[in-house]
Each structure stands twice: as C-alpha cells, then as structure tokens.
C-alpha cells in the first residue's frame, strides 16, 4: 500500500469531502460526472446547467412570464464554454463576464416581434437558488490525451467547475499540490478545466493555500479568517468527532457557499490580463468598509475612516475592489468614486491598475477637465491629483451628494494644507475613505482624526505581513554617528539673523528652531552621515549586487546629501523629489522651499523637460544618460504588447467577416493625434493607435470592428453604420466608454 496515498485520502481529502457536504454541497459521484460532460475533455456538467437555467429564466411581456425557447437556452450551455485563447486568462476573463452578466438572445414575442434579453447563469441575489456540489477525483483529458489529469476535489456551481482543490498527504509540502496545480493548468495539460475556477487551492490538511487561475507560485496565499465568531461557530457544528484541522478552517473561510459567490462577485479582477483574488485583509479591510460608510455620522453624512494597510499589501488593488463593490451594490444610489493622490506618479500608477481592471475611470488632466467630470455622468470613477481641486474650489463648485465615494491614497500626506481643505469644500457632504501605508502618530496630525470614526477602520501591519510571508521581514542595524551641537554658535547665529524681529515673533521661531528637527539638518552632521553611509555601503553592500536608499525629512537634506556623495566620489547617487510647490511634511509658512531645492529641480526640468519624463527616467534609470536606451527599450516593449493584443483581437474579429470575403489585413500602429484607427481597403491595411493600449478591450474592440465595416462599406454611409450595429449591436456604448476614457 502506499502510505502517501492512503494519508492524502483518509487525512485530507476524504475529510475535506465530509467537510463541504455538511456545508450543502451535494456528492455527486465521477462516474455521474462522466454522464453529463458528453466526453472525458468536458468539464460541464450539461445536464444540471441545462435545468438551472431553465430554472432561473424568464421574461415578462405584456404583463406574462415565459420561459426561454429551449434554442436559446442550448446556445447559452454551448456557449459558456469558451474557446481556449493562446492566453488562458484571456478565456477565463469572459467566462467570468459571461458568469456574472449573462449572455443576451433573442426571443420572439406575441405579437411578432423579437427582442433581446438576458439569461443568466447565477442567481446573485438568492444564492439559494443555485446548486452546488462536489465530487472527486475529476478525470480530465488533455487535447493530445499525453498530460491528462485528475484533481482531488472540484466544486462545481449550476454545473459549471468554479473550484479544484489539491490534497497531500500531511508528510507532504504544500508547495507540491501548488506547483501541481499549476502545472495543470499549462497548455499541453487541461487549460479548459481551469478558465472556469474561481478560485484553485492546495492542502495538506496542516498547511492551505489558494490562489485563482493563472496565479504564480509566489502569489498563493494564505487565509486568516477575521470573523472568527462565524467560523468557529461553523466548525462546531459540523465537526464534533475529531479535532479542527487547518485545512477545515480554511475549507469554510474560502467554501462556505455564500462566502465563495461573495469572493466570486466582489473580490476577483483581471489586471493587465492577470486574474486576481483578493488577500484576506483586502477582504476583510472591504467588508468593514462597506459597514461603516452604510453608517451615518454626526452630519447625517456616510462615516469616513482611514485603513492603515502597511506598503507592499495591494493598497491600489484594494481600492479598485472597493470602487467596484460599491459601484455594483450602491446603483440605485447613483454612486461616483474619486480617486485622489498627491502625485503624478501615484496618479499614473492608480488610473493604469483601474483601467487594467477594466473599470475604464476617467482621469482628470487639468483642474478645468476635474470640474467637467465632477459636474458631469461621463465617469463613475474619476483619477486625480489633489491639486487640481483648486481649479475646482476656484469657480465655486459645491458638490452636496453623500454618494460621492473619495478614496485618498498615501492619506497621511495628502489630507493636510489648504488643497485637503478645498477638496472638502468641493464634497462637502462626500465619504471619504483614507488608505496609508505610514499614519501620522502624532496628536496633533492624527490622520484618523482628520477622516473621522475615532479609529483605523482596518489595519494591516508589518508584523501582520511578515507572518503572511507576504514581505520579507525588516533587519535593522543600528548605526550610531556622533554630533556634538555647538549651541553658543547656534545661539549667537539665532541673534544675529533674527535682530529684525519683535519679541513675540523671536520667541515664536525660537520654540520652532531650537528643536532637534532642525539642529538634525545641519550640514557639518549631513557631512558626518553620508561618510558614514559610503563606508557601510563600500565595506557592506557594493558589489553584491544590491542598492541603497536614503530617506531624508526635507527636499533640501536630500540635495545636500547629493552633493556630499559626490563630493566623495565613491558612490553612484541620484535624488528624487515631487516639483518644490508640493511640500509634503510641512505644516507653517516659515517652512520656506529652500534655494537649493529650487535650483536642483530647474536642473532637472532642463535636462528632462517636464516633471513627467523626469520621473520616468530619472527615477528609475540608475545613470540619467541612459535616457536614449530606456525610451527605446520602452517604445519596442509598447509596439510589442500592441501587436500582440491587437493582433489577438483582430482574429477574433475577423472571424464574423469571413463570409463577407474579407482577408486577414496587415495591422500597422502608429502614434496618432485624432483617429483611434484607419483602413486601407485597397492594400488590406489597418491602422490602429498605440494609445489604444489604454483603453479598456470592449473599446479596442470597437475600432477594429469599425475598421473591419470599412473593408465592406469605405466610407461612413448609412450602409456602413448598419453592418456595425449587426456586428457590434453596443458600439455606441464602447464608443462613449473610448472618448471618456482616453483623451487625444
């Protein structure tokens, strides 16, 4: 016998079983499986699909229900079956699409007529109106019957797989059923199993990790239930003759059936053709989101918070699940997310991660271009950086909804000054919801204080973040460097400069001088560091392969350390700073910009143009002269993901044109200024945008639609806009979503 094998079933995955038919899935057997698939390469189980649907479907015309033609509802099992794109993501995204919105057919009314509507696969307003089960061991064929496998646990939702589960015996890692899994899903093995799970796990009943497809191995993850009071409570109730294993608490936080359909609704998103599954304190961090804006403060206003969530947790993916809970939970509300930063970097970096996850937000290019979104419905998720609230403030723009939803990022920097206090007064009935990764501690800039709720709606913390394994714990070496202060000089210096001011106004900057924050700046102790700094780094870390940073209080520290390190000669350095007018981490007007701060950021305006290609460049290129290289590096990887996505695109397109006698054109890209796309019918060209890239793939789906009609119909005749609405019947909508979300 092999003992590996007996403990993998008798440990784990017999008691998993038990485990998730206690949770109300029901068994249904291989064999049963086998029945319904119509072959061993299939993974549907037709059959209950067939009945679900038939189950949850209907229409009402004319004041009476009917039910689909059977027709429709064949095509709509058919067709939930996606075929495999070279990219299984790409498969898998729309089957999500299809899983959470329904396909449209058409059905013919009474009177005659026929009209579209929706059938849908998922009841998500009852989930007690869907049908769950589970089986075991699911033989799956591979296309070259050469890689078949066979997974230990499927759950399966109105038929369709939405999870696989590996098992291992205890003396076995965890890791093998991850990397196993993974393996499975690879090309040659059973792609066509995992485009439908949601979400794939590995255990060996002491250890569980999940993932969704398409996850890394270093992106699995682990599960820290929060609500322990609902686990707990499942777990007694369903186990009382054996002690509670990992795997059991696992199986329930991720498979009890109404938190699998909420993890599925909510809390799965397609990055840049990555599909994603929340961590759980982007999970839990949500949910308490969700509870306290559905509270009322003092002003009878939705109650604001602040979620400490330490760097490197998914801040920015939190916030896309955020504005894509309430965006589909507050519709009647008629909600709109700001997304508000401190930078152009962070602004960049938001908007591209929200329109990967095709959630299209419109990002404000200038104050007067804020005002037109804010005013306007032409976005529910707008970007921004909070400057551009003084254009707002400006023309008297007063905005008094409380479902305006605005998530400040980097909220310990960006929720001080005057330009926090005129976002308020743009929305001053507005919710907002703070995100930083380093809170102010101090009383008097509290960072919960100024958001409101009296504490962190939910915090994320190193600790927290170590033991998930998710970062790498922080070593610190203290370093001591000795700095005898001078204060008669100091004394006598304060004298001199400040003769011209009266008593109280001395006293005032004395109490603000005198203090250590700026006895640290001065230059003989900068000089004392940065020769400290070079000898650890020389002696420590050069050569290994690795880099340094250098922290410092103030813009003008960061300059004169620079200045310092090149003095020295022996280490390769650059300084980054925000432009001199965003002076985050001061708090008075003594807080002059310093000269230095000033003439550094002149110089790298003329040696780089405009704040923008210095952060590019200069920020991430370790010597400015490798400007040249990076551009082009950058334009050969743009040109590359542009023929590869566009291409894809196209052959999906192309196949609807086929009976028309249209060939596969030869696409071209080029940068372009007023057009999303051209056709040349004659020479069989299409030319579409690089910045097309931006846009959400409904969008570029459209323009290659467009260009395809033109092979047909070359000019925009009334011909030509028929052929579109048959081929295309949303065009429109895609068209509105392009010029909102990009602009040329």
Known sequence: MNHDAYLEDNISKYPAIELLKKLRYTYISPEECEA???????????????????????????????????????????????????NLVVS???????????????????????????????????????????TEELTVHSADR?????????????????????????TISVEQAVEQTIRNQKQEYTPQLFKFAQIVAATNKNFFKYATTGTAKKFWNVWREEDTEWLDGLLSQHITDRSITQQDRDIVSLFDRHRLMELTKYFIVFDANIKKICRHQQFFAIRKIIKTINTDD??????????????????????????????????????????????????????????????????????????????????DVVTTIINKFNTAENQKIKINDRNIFVLVDESHRSNYGTLATKMR??????????????????????????????????????????????????????????????????????????????EREREDLKQKWSSIKRLTSTDARIRRIALDIEEHFTDSVKNTGMKAMLATNFKRDAVRYLEVFEQLGSLNCAVVISAPDMREGEDDILSETDNKVIAFWNKMMKQYGDADTYEEIYIHVRRPDYYNRKKNLLNNWLNEQCGIIFNEIMHEVHQKFIPYGVDFPQLKLRNMTSRWGSCLPNKGIITLNKRLIEAPKNCIEYVVYHEFCHFIHPNHSKQFYSLLQV??????????????????
């Not at 369709?160 to 291992?168: D, G, H």
């Open 36 to 86: 319904q698939r119509g072959g061993l390469y299939n993974v549907i189980l037709k059959d209950i699909l067939r009945s679900q649907l038939e189950k949850l479907n209907s229409y009402t015309f004319g004041g009476k229900e009917y039910k689909f033609l059977n027709e429709n509802i064949q095509r709509a099992v058919d067709e939930i079956d996606e075929p495999l794109a070279d």
């Open 92 to 134: 898998s995204e729309k089957i999500y699409n299809d899983i959470m919105l329904g396909r449209s057919y058409p059905e013919t009314l009474p009177d005659g007529r026929t009209m579209n509507f929706n059938l849908k696969y998922i009841d998500w307003d009852d989930i007690t109106n869907n049908v769950f089960h589970v």
């Open 146 to 170: 050469q890689h078949d496998t066979r997974p230990d646990i499927v759950l399966f939702v109105n038929g369709i797989p939405f999870a696989v589960i590996e098992c291992k015996a205890p």
């Open 298 to 379: 003092e002003n009878g206003n939705r109650q604001s918070g602040v979620i400490w969530h330490t760097q490197g947790s998914g801040k920015s993916l939190t916030m896309v699940m955020l504005a894509k809970y309430i965006l589909m939970e507050l519709t009647c509300c008629h909600p709109k997310v700001i997304i508000v930063t401190d930078r152009k970097d962070l602004d960049n970096q938001i908007a591209k991660t929200f329109a990967h996850t095709r959630l299209s937000p419109a990002k404000a290019t200038s104050g007067k271009h804020l005002v037109e979104l804010i005013q306007s419905d032409k976005a």
């Open 425 to 502: 007064i743009v929305f001053p009935c507005g919710c907002y919801i703070g995100f930083t990764g380093t809170p102010l501690m101090k009383k008097e800039k509290s960072t919960v204080g100024r958001f409101g709720g009296g504490d962190y709606i939910h915090k994320y913390t190193i600790k927290d973040a170590v033991d998930d394994k998710a970062i790498v714990p922080l070593i610190y070496e203290g370093r001591f460097v000795d700095q005898k202060v001078d204060e008669d000089n100091i004394d006598l210096w304060f004298e001199k400069t400040t003769r011209r001011l009266n």
């Open 727 to 744: 081929m295309l019947p949303d065009w429109r909508d895609s068209k509105q979503l392009l010029e909102r979300s990009i602009i040329l």
